[in-house]
Nanobody, 120 residues
Framework: QVQLVESGGGLVQPGGSQRLSCVASGRIFSIYIMGWYRQAPGKQRELVASINIGGSTEYANSVKGRFTISRDNAKNTVYLQMNSLKPEDTAVYYC??????????????WGQGTQVTVSS
């Protein structure tokens, strides 16, 4: 019904910046919440940031002041601007969305993930 496709990962040096994008497609009436999680090797998946349809945001303490989440509702797209990256930000970043498909159906799911590696 709904697909999430992330892009923008890769290798970046400590202190650098990177921007992730995630596009939702398929049967979509509206998207209530879009967000980013990450999972480092040997660790649990954790919330990085989320944004609701009204623009209210939430951030993990570890990224506050460095990462900014935003969305373009017309394009069903969420972005994650990551600045001042640290090696501990290295992880697979996953997009997630809470989608209203129609008046009786909601969809929650994940993208395939994009690797972000912070290393010199």
């Amino acid at each position: 019904q709904v697909q999430l496709v992330e892009s923008g990962g890769g290798l970046v040096q400590p202190g650098g910046s990177q921007r992730l994008s995630c596009v939702a497609s398929g049967r979509i009436f509206s998207i209530y919440i879009m967000g980013w999680y990450r999972q480092a090797p040997g660790k649990q998946r954790e919330l990085v940031a989320s944004i609701n349809i009204g623009g209210s945001t939430e951030y993990a303490n570890s990224v506050k002041g460095r990462f900014t989440i935003s969305r373009d509702n017309a394009k069903n797209t969420v972005y994650l601007q990551m600045n001042s990256l640290k090696p501990e930000d290295t992880a697979v970043y996953y997009c997630t969305a809470d989608v209203v498909v129609d008046t009786t159906t909601r969809w929650n799911g994940w993208g395939q993930g994009t690797q972000v590696t912070v290393s010199s």
